[in-house]
């Protein structure tokens, strides 16, 4: 009972910070006086004083938590979180289920991008802002937020920063002190966000547009304020700018605090997946742009290599925003920029999927079981850089792949149960498990998640917020041994 007391008195600091995170769109809501501010203040108002009641209910119960303690403190989390910020959705848009606002937020916390929403060109404004800070605060992930916060009311933050923080090597740290760590953190994702910021009015956008897409961008959480994303300023510059920021996200943000404390670019050449991540994509923006050339997809190569090289870009690293309808594209091409969805991001980056790092490992494994067949006696160590990777690390990696895929079958076929079609259906589960956006056909670029029913919206909700936490952190949820004492 003291472990859930103790885990109960968390959510609930938890609750009241999240409460302070309406406090922008309520300002937003001042300044365009678009009627939602008293939905916004009530919202703000009940998380937290809910969340400070729970606190103040289970405070004699606080202890330190243990590390099966942070795997169900981040799971109760993610879910509690996206039903709390669906309340201004659900007041502001009478006609939205809690089903497709549950949906939205996930997607927001999640940041996968996925929307069931139209209308977002005349969304009122505090609205259309808190979807895009939800992808924001989703990005490097609140828990790391409140790791930083919580050491400072007597709850130690180490569980859950291992729980949340993405990736196979989750002990490496920035500094000692893990609050630290969080901070710093937090201030290299700002800085970047204000950066974002700046570029995109520079490059043509106002500052409210700059400001929802740079949260999404940093986030890669692919929100647009217009149905037809960023497709609707049709401006190279603001692609470019864009484009920048997806590859920056897409990188171990703790690379970039090296590459900033040092003023230098060496951190990013001596990382292992930087390099292989930005050479995979340029390769395949090449063969992508050259393919619909050749086909006469567009009329010149320049034109195919501006919206390849966007498109490709903001789905290989789990972004999800669009320029065109890349569904309509040759095959090859947008099964290809899925695939890349699967395995582009590195880790401690904002993006999803399998992660570079995974899938380098994954490589040299193979290569070493080819080359044991050959020299069976041989030691034969993976390294990535100037580390050797110990077995324990390997197994896990082949393990997370495995449930990877299993957890993409079982969650296809049962979309495919339902009724939908078997490309959709798969191309759905792809886009949600890696947090990438839109899928194809019923769930392409050119349309959205909102025809989908309350089951498969339910389905892929699931498949979100797996991805989002690795599936190990929902599997482990379910074994008998996790709640046993």
């Known amino acids: 009972m003291r472990r859930f007391s103790t885990i109960t008195y968390v959510l609930g600091l938890i609750l009241v910070v999240f409460g302070l995170t309406y406090l922008l769109p309520i300002a937003t809501s001042l300044y365009f006086n678009d009627g939602m501010l008293d939905h916004f203040t009530k919202g703000m108002t009940i998380n937290i004083v809910s969340g400070g009641l729970l606190a103040l209910i289970t405070m004699n119960y606080r202890a330190e938590l243990k590390n099966r303690d942070g795997y169900l403190l981040v799971a109760l989390f993610w879910v509690l979180m996206a039903a709390a910020a669906t309340l201004p959705l659900l007041w502001g848009i009478p006609e939205l289920s809690f089903t497709d606002a549950f949906f939205e937020t996930m997607s927001g916390f999640t940041t996968t991008g996925a929307t069931v929403l139209s209308g977002l060109d005349n969304l009122a404004p505090s609205l259309n802002l808190w979807r895009h800070e939800l992808n924001w605060i989703g990005g490097l992930g609140i828990i790391v937020l409140a790791v930083a916060i919580l050491p400072l009311l ?19 740290k920035l500094t000692p002190r893990i609050a630290e760590t969080a901070r710093l953190l937090w201030l290299v994702y700002a800085g970047i966000t204000v950066a974002c910021i700046i570029s995109l009015k520079m490059a043509g956008m106002d500052w409210f547009d700059a400001i929802c897409h740079a949260f999404a961008t940093l986030g890669l959480g692919g929100f647009s304020t217009h149905d037809a994303n960023v497709g609707y300023f049709n401006s190279v510059t603001i692609e470019v700018v864009l484009t920048v920021f997806m590859l920056i996200s897409a990188m171990n943000f703790a690379v970039h605090y090296q590459a900033i404390h040092q003023l230098s670019l060496k951190p990013y050449l001596f990382d292992p997946e930087a390099p292989l991540m930005m050479a995979v994509i340029i390769g395949s923006i090449l063969l992508c742009a050259g393919y619909l050339w050749h086909f006469d997809v567009y009329s010149d190569f320049q034109t195919s290599l501006r919206h390849v090289s966007f498109n490709l870009v903001s789905i290989a690293t789990d972004c999800g925003f669009v320029s065109t309808d890349f569904g309509q594209w040759p095959p090859f091409v947008p099964w290809w920029m899925l695939y890349l969805s699967c395995i582009t991001a590195c880790t401690g980056s904002t993006g999803g999927g399998i992660k570079m790092f995974r899938t380098l490992l994954l490589w040299k494994q193979a290569g070493r079981e080819i080359f044991g067949i050959l020299h069976p006696r041989a030691v034969n160590p993976i390294r990535i850089g100037d580390t050797v990777i110990a ?61 989908l029913t309350d089951f498969q919206t339910w389905i892929c909700s699931l498949a979100m917020l797996s991805g989002r936490l690795e599936i190990f952190t929902l599997i482990v949820l379910f074994t008998p041994a996790f709640w046993r004492k």
């Open 391 to 451: 077995n324990k690390i390997i197994f896990a990696v082949l393990a997370f792949i495995f449930l990877y895929f299993i957890t993409i079958v079982v969650l296809t076929f049962s979309l495919i149960f339902s009724g939908m079609g078997p490309i959709s259906a798969l191309s759905a589960i792809i886009a949600c498990i890696n947090n990438a956006g839109p899928g194809l056909e019923q769930v392409g670029p050119a349309s959205n998640f909102q025809s």
């Open 154 to 172: 007597g709850v130690g933050g180490m569980q859950l920063y291992k729980a949340e923080i993405a990736g196979p090597v989750k002990d490496s």
